[in-house]
């Protein structure tokens, strides 16, 4: 046990003030924390069963988070279709630039399923802070950006409950493998969708009468943990659980109380996802960095040009003009969660080697650094066109 407490301590600590160094200097946390991992991993800390196990519970928070927070029912609802064509084209060209990548460097159909599927999500938080900065939030491309961010986060969790699938046979299901995976992954959606609607407003409504301060805040973990749990039963994978499970909890207004979503993010953003890109550095091989190459290069790359050039043809087909797609594009290249999640899982099964793990964390850092550099280029670019163009 004191092995264990002295190795949180040490993680906990060195991903936190990482995490504040590169938030000051205009970075994500995610950055810092990776870092820390990387970092620790060569010095003192090694992976242990334990520590795995509260990384994975990071994992688990994480998506539960982004569902429970990020995703607002009504909104998508009220979204156009322009919302779903945009982030299925730049979904489409990152998938395929991943898949035919693993397959060009002899890696198995499994192990470049996996690439693929990591080449697929997109971080929109990562370039808020400059929409923000620069007043583009509200924009076109920028409210785009938002909306088609949560459709990825939900295509990107079926195609991680597909390549889970793929993952336990060694091989593209058969058909009658991948009804039953569609039937499995309706049912759970089913009976998720009628407990947010009909049973999580029931228990929070007698939860709030409790005399326990805490209680809301705990009915919220608790059904983090049902749903990752209840998944794991319908074997999908926990994250895919967790994820559905705060969207569906989103729904409800008592728990979404301000006071009860800071704690919540407190919990997993301050100390859990924290030791989970903490891990996910500790797991990298610098050594398979060292020997890939070109490899390492072109995961990079494409993962960056799949995003850019399909958020640009997408934003195209809405009717955006260049410049607009040009910002949308540049807005979805970042990655820095759903990714890391995929690769972690694959890495657990057995699936994927050094050789993907890390080149895949490194691509993460890069578009991290990137893609609000990119993105700050793109806005000045429009801003300087919409200035030379003359009054009407």
Not at 85 to 93: C, S
Not at 310 to 332: C, M, N, P, Q
Not at 363 to 371: E, H
């Amino acid at each position: 046990m004191m092995e264990f407490l002295f190795q949180i301590l040490v993680i906990l600590l060195v991903a936190r003030l990482l995490s504040e160094v590169s938030e000051r200097v205009g970075m994500p946390g995610i950055l810092g924390e990776i870092l820390a991992g990387l970092l620790l991993g060569l010095l003192i800390v090694e992976e242990t069963e334990t520590i795995a196990s509260v990384a994975e519970l990071g994992a688990i928070f994480l998506l539960f988070t982004a569902g429970y927070k990020e995703v607002h029912i009504e909104d998508l609802k009220a979204s156009s279709k322009k919302a779903i064509v945009a982030t299925f084209f730049q979904i489409a060209a990152a998938f395929i630039a991943g898949f035919a990548l693993g397959r060009f460097f002899g890696f198995d159909f499994v192990e470049s399923l996996f690439l693929a599927v990591a080449f697929s999500p997109t971080s929109i938080g990562v370039v808020v802070k400059t929409l923000l900065d620069m007043g583009y939030l509200s924009s076109k491309p920028g409210s785009m950006m938002l909306t088609s961010a949560i459709f990825d986060d939900i295509i990107g969790i079926f195609l991680l409950s597909i390549v889970v699938t793929v993952g336990k046979y060694n091989a593209f299901p058969t058909a009658t493998q991948f009804m039953l995976l569609l039937g499995k992954l309706v049912f759970f959606v089913g009976i998720m969708v009628i407990l947010g609607y009909r049973v999580f407003p029931y228990i929070f409504n007698y939860v709030q009468k409790m005399h326990s301060k805490e209680s809301i805040f705990a009915a919220v973990v608790l059904i983090a943990l049902f749903s990752a749990y209840f998944a794991e039963i319908m074997e999908l994978d926990a994250v895919i659980g967790a994820f559905i499970g705060g969207v569906m909890l989103s729904n409800v207004a008592v728990a979404k109380i301000n006071d009860i979503q800071s704690k919540v993010s407190g919990l997993a953003y301050g100390i859990l996802v924290p030791i989970f890109f903490a891990h996910i550095g500790m797991a990298v091989e610098l050594e398979a960095l060292n020997t890939l190459g070109s490899f390492t290069i072109l995961v990079v790359v494409l993962a960056l040009l799949g995003k850019l050039i399909g958020g640009f043809v997408g934003a195209r087909a809405i009717g955006f003009d260049s410049y607009e797609s040009f910002i949308f594009g540049s807005g979805v290249m970042p990655r820095a969660g759903v990714e890391l999640v995929v690769i972690s899982i694959g890495r657990d099964m057995g699936i994927i080697g050094e050789e993907i793990f890390s080149a895949v964390v490194l691509m993460v850092v890069v578009s991290i650094i990137i893609s609000p550099i990119v993105l700050k280029f793109a806005i000045q670019k429009d801003k300087h066109k919409n200035s030379s163009a003359p009054a009407s």
